[in-house]
């Protein structure tokens, strides 16, 4: 795999659906300017905001779900740019562009030049379409490109994009005099100017939902849950592994030294292991073999002998009795190493030594 280049996230898209998908946005793309879209178009606003909406919102989804560019030697090499500057402003920017192009695009003015003149609706399709690639591209993925942003910094773009065309929906349907002059409605032919003009509106408030409310939805709740994140997004920070039991201690000692110099005084982490002393898990906790006890045992005494390299870094580790008297394949009896290095050879008759490795608290 090539750097800086996000791979499919598996069972996330398939290929036959990228495949449908960008024959769709090309079926779609075309067919707005056949009969009867364009007909519509030229007579209704409701035709003329069905057209729009396909362009601005539909097409440009599409063709991004479809990811026509996911073998170009190309789009690697964009993708490792965009990897390489992550930067929000630069989202922020694409999303600035596309309000821009959508805006101009549904002025009365920029409709009734593309009633006049037809050659300007070629210019208007392209310029929607790329607009809404460049926006897309910052809410999903398209590979080998990823966005640059997720989380609630997508949902927010995600929510300004979805927004605006829903202002433009309600101006459509609480104009008085009509949003477009450029259409004439004569009574008892056809649709009225009011019905013309809800139709309308509540074909780009559709629209709109439909296309944005998913991905608004799912990083929503992925930022919410906590949930996992794509490797294409973690490439994004510049992090190439998760985090396991073989990276663990460097990752630990990184961050106490980070914590440091970032001016913090130090971290305090503090481990239940009550449940290691236990055959039976209690009620919404695990259950722990004795081998995973040992495992357990064995993580503690690395992060002892790792004392000098992780500064500012106090653990406490909360643990019962039956660690030194219950069953004898759960105590710490069976880990020597562990147990010399935290059992006091010294010990006071009559009060515990606060400062020791192991103390005694009474219950």
């Known amino acids: 795999m090539k750097a800086g280049v996000a791979p499919e996230r598996s069972g996330a898209v398939t290929l036959p659906i990228r495949r449908w998908s960008l024959l769709g946005a090309a079926l779609i793309s075309l067919l707005t300017f056949l009969p009867p879209v364009s007909s519509l178009a030229h007579r209704y606003e409701l035709g003329q905001v069905l057209r729009y909406g396909l362009w601005a919102m539909v097409v440009p989804t599409l063709v991004v779900v479809g990811a026509p560019w ?48 037809p050659w300007l609706r070629v210019i208007e399709a392209v310029t929607l379409i790329a607009g809404g690639i460049g926006l897309w591209l910052e809410l999903a993925e398209s590979p080998p490109l990823a966005p640059r942003v997720g989380g609630l910094r997508s949902v927010v773009l995600g929510t300004a994009a979805m927004w605006l065309v829903w202002i433009e929906a309600y101006l459509v349907a609480m104009s008085h005099s009509g949003w477009y002059p450029t259409f004439h409605h004569v009574a008892g032919q056809g649709l009225s100017q009011a019905a013309d003009q809800q139709v309308a509106a509540v074909i780009l408030w559709f629209m709109a939902t439909v296309v944005f409310v998913p991905v608004i939805f799912l990083d929503a709740m992925q930022w919410l849950h906590g949930e996992k994140v794509a490797p294409a997004l973690l490439r994004l920070a510049d992090i190439s592994a998760r985090i396991s039991r073989t990276n663990a201690r460097p990752m630990l000692v990184s961050l106490c030294h980070f914590l440091r110099k970032a001016g913090a005084g130090g971290l305090l982490v503090v481990l239940d292991v009550r449940q290691l002393s236990r055959a039976a898990p ?3 906790t695990l259950r722990y073999s004795p081998a995973a006890v040992m495992d357990s045992y064995e993580v503690l005494r690395e ?8 500064p500012g870094l106090l653990i406490a580790v909360l643990a019962e009795a039956a660690l030194a008297t219950g069953d004898s394949r759960r105590a710490l009896s069976q880990y020597a190493a562990l147990q010399m290095r935290v059992w006091p050879d010294v010990r006071p008759g009559d009060r515990q030594n606060p400062v020791a490795p192991l103390v005694w608290l009474a219950a």
């Open 70 to 117: 996911r073998h170009a030697a190309w789009a690697e090499t964009l993708a490792q740019r965009r990897r390489r500057h992550p930067e929000l402003w630069r989202s922020v920017g694409f999303t600035l562009v596309y309000g821009l192009v959508v805006v101009w695009w549904f002025t009365p003015m920029s409709v009734r030049a593309t009633w006049r003149d």
């Open 282 to 284: 209690a009620e919404g």
């Open 303 to 310: 992060i002892i002998d790792d004392a000098e390299h992780l």
